[in-house]
């Protein structure tokens, strides 16, 4: 299995089977994978933020819900996480496709993309980087234990290392 | 005119054990007021804008119950964009239900963009809902709410009120609010 389909695959296995977005070329791969699945409900958001009180709504009702997004989303959903997703204390995994490291040709993402990190450390939101494939597994597994077990947003973050970066000269 | 606190009484007479989100602000004054008891009552206690979003997620999860979203002018024009993802999704079990006032109350009454050119009504039809109206009376209320809940959605009814207060205040902590609302829907927050 390649990434794509190994991020599927362990959502499955930890029954979550919702999955809201705001698409970008690297979510776009695991969408098109999950989508042929009826197993998921996927849901497109038109800002980021809504997909913090969509996951909400889903817990209360037994259901179990990620948000996934580019790195410029997290910016959308700061105060959403801060008042309510950690006060009311509503586990889940975020994925952030990171913009702004290696191969970036955008000046206009270098900013988010170098500041996802010290945003989600200001909150206090545990986060883990994927970069190689053979490590997909392990991690996943793990920040999902991690995440229910303390009953909080846990935030995955996609490197170019292991997605690629946009081909744009 | 309508006084939402009497408008928030009526709509929980008319409930068995739907769940109700309160929008931070005076929305969950009110309920917390009308039905401090029930257990599935969601009252925020912040997050402006994300009733609406809440409501979604918690109708497509569980379709088996009519989700009522109780909104305000304010909060709902910071997420705007919530309509036309509620919109696109159309649970029919999603009942939205703005309380317009025109103000940004619990700061001191500025006035809302409802209040000059903003129609919540058009835009909810814009945004791709079918089952819109706008009511003043409580009369009209009242025949508005006996549609919505015996006929499927989903609903956006904006309700103009005025802006009495109410006594009311639910528990501050998020957590033990959660867990109520959680047990009133019958969900174990363990998972593991």
């Known amino acids: 299995m390649d990434w794509p389909e190994k991020i599927v695959s362990v959502l499955k296995a930890n029954d979550i089977c919702s999955i809201s977005f705001v698409p970008d070329a690297v979510i776009g791969k695991i969408l098109t994978i999950a989508e042929k699945d009826p197993y998921f409900h996927v849901t497109t958001l038109a800002r980021e933020e809504e997909g913090i009180g969509i996951i909400t709504g889903e817990y209360c009702g037994g259901r179990y819900g990620v948000l996934m997004m580019q790195s410029a989303g997290l910016g959308n959903c700061v105060n959403a996480l801060a008042s309510l997703a950690i006060p009311y204390q509503i586990p889940f995994l975020m994925f952030i496709s990171q913009r702004g490291e290696l191969g970036e040709f955008n000046a206009c993402h270098m900013v988010m993309g170098k500041a996802i990190r010290g945003i989600l450390d200001a909150m206090g939101i545990q986060h883990y980087t994927l970069d190689r494939e053979e490590s997909v597994d392990l991690i996943l597994n793990g920040a999902i234990k991690t995440a229910y077990s303390s009953d909080q947003p846990v935030a995955i973050i996609l490197s170019t290392a292991l997605v690629g970066w946009k081909d744009e000269k | 005119m309508i006084n939402r606190l009497e408008a928030t009484r009526y709509l929980v007479q008319q409930l068995t054990d739907e769940p109700v989100i309160a929008s931070c602000g005076n929305p969950k004054f009110d309920l917390y007021t009308a039905a401090g008891e029930r257990e599935a009552n969601f009252y925020m206690w912040n997050s402006m804008g994300m009733a609406s979003s809440i ?138």
């Open chain 2, 55 to 192: 409501g979604l997620g918690l109708a497509m999860a569980r379709p088996d119950k009519k989700v009522i979203v109780l909104d305000g002018d304010g909060a709902i024009l910071m997420n705007l964009n919530s309509l036309t993802t509620a919109a696109s999704k159309s649970p029919s079990n999603l009942v939205h239900i703005i309380w317009d006032n025109g103000q940004y109350q619990i700061t001191g009454g500025q006035p809302t963009h409802t209040s000059g050119k903003a129609d919540l009504e058009s835009i909810a039809r814009g945004a791709g809902f079918h089952k819109v109206s706008t009511v003043d009376t409580m009369a009209a209320f009242k025949e508005a709410l006996s549609q919505i809940l015996s006929e499927p959605g989903p609903w956006f009814l904006v309700a103009k009120t005025d802006s009495a207060g109410a006594p009311g205040r639910p528990p501050k902590s998020p957590v033990h609010i959660k867990n109520q609302f959680m047990k009133g829907l019958s969900v174990k927050g363990e998972r593991q």
